[in-house]
C-alpha cells in the first residue's frame, strides 16, 4: 500500500529564499505525481504533475523532480515570495494517495 | 468560468440527517472523484467514477452514495449523519483515469459540520 510522507511538516523562510519541499513514497511503482497547493479555506490547485516518461517539470519559479529509485519528488521554488505562502501537497496520482502536506510561510 | 464546481460551499446540520453535495465540471473530463479532508488536513480519496461508472470504492460507510447522472456530474448524497462525517470534501476530475492524462483538478470544497 503506497504511502507518501511529505518533510518537513511546517517551514517558515524569509522572502526571496530558495527552497524544497520534499516528498517521499513507499512503493517506487509509481507513475505520475502531481504537487498542489492549497489556499487556506480553498481547494488545491494544480502546480505540476510529473508522468512516467519524465524526470522533472518546470512552471516559471516552480521546478519539480521525481526519482522512483529513490522513492522521493522534490518541489523546488526559487525567490520565494509572501504570495507563495500556503500549503503544497503531493500526490501519487494512480493510487491517488496524498501527502500531509508541507505548510509553508514566506515572510516579507 | 469555475472548472469544478460544487454546492453548496458550507452546509451545517445535525446528526441523523440526510444531505448531498453536488458537484459539476465543464472540462469535458471522463473521470471525478470525491475526497475527505479531515481535521488534520489529510486527504483520502472516497470514490471515482469514469464515464459514468464507479471504479473506485475505497472503505467508506455505505451511508455515503455517489451518483453520476452524466460524465459531468457527480453528486454525493449522505444518510444518518454522525459527528465525524465532519469534514471538507472536495470534488475533483480528470481527463481520463486509463488515458494520457491524469492532472487533478479540484472544486473549491464543502465544508460539512454535523452538530
Known amino acids: 500500500k503506497q504511502e507518501v510522507t511529505q518533510i518537513p511538516a511546517a517551514l517558515s523562510v524569509p522572502e526571496g529564499e530558495n527552497l524544497v519541499l520534499n516528498c517521499s513514497f513507499t512503493?517506487?511503482?509509481?507513475?505520475?505525481l502531481q504537487w498542489f497547493r492549497q489556499d487556506p479555506g480553498k481547494g488545491l490547485t494544480s502546480l505540476l504533475l510529473i508522468q512516467s516518461s519524465q524526470r522533472e517539470q518546470t512552471s516559471g519559479r516552480l521546478n519539480a523532480s521525481l526519482d522512483k529509485s529513490s522513492g522521493r519528488s522534490t518541489l523546488y521554488i526559487a525567490a520565494s515570495q509572501p504570495g507563495d505562502s500556503a500549503t503544497y501537497l503531493c500526490?501519487?496520482?494512480?493510487?491517488?494517495?496524498f501527502g500531509a502536506g508541507t505548510i509553508l510561510r514566506v515572510k516579507s | 468560468d469555475t472548472a469544478v464546481s460544487q454546492t453548496p460551499k458550507y452546509l451545517v446540520t445535525q446528526m441523523g440527517n440526510d444531505k448531498s453535495i453536488k458537484c459539476e465540471q465543464n472540462l469535458g473530463h471522463d473521470t471525478m472523484y470525491w475526497y475527505k479532508q479531515d481535521s488534520k488536513k489529510f486527504l483520502k480519496i472516497m470514490f471515482s467514477?469514469?464515464?459514468?461508472?464507479?471504479?473506485i470504492n475505497e472503505t467508506v460507510p455505505n451511508r455515503f452514495s455517489p451518483k453520476s447522472p452524466d460524465k459531468a456530474h457527480l453528486n454525493l448524497h449522505i444518510n444518518s449523519l454522525e459527528l465525524g462525517d465532519s469534514a471538507v470534501y472536495f470534488c475533483?476530475?480528470?481527463?481520463?483515469?486509463?488515458?494520457?492524462?491524469?492532472?487533478?483538478?479540484f472544486g473549491p470544497g464543502t465544508r460539512l459540520t454535523v452538530t
Open positions: 512503493d517506487s511503482a509509481i507513475y505520475n
Open positions: 467514477y469514469n464515464n459514468k461508472e464507479l471504479i
Open positions: 500526490a501519487d496520482e494512480d493510487k491517488l494517495v
Open positions: 475533483a476530475s480528470s481527463q481520463d483515469a486509463s488515458g494520457n492524462s491524469y492532472e487533478q483538478y
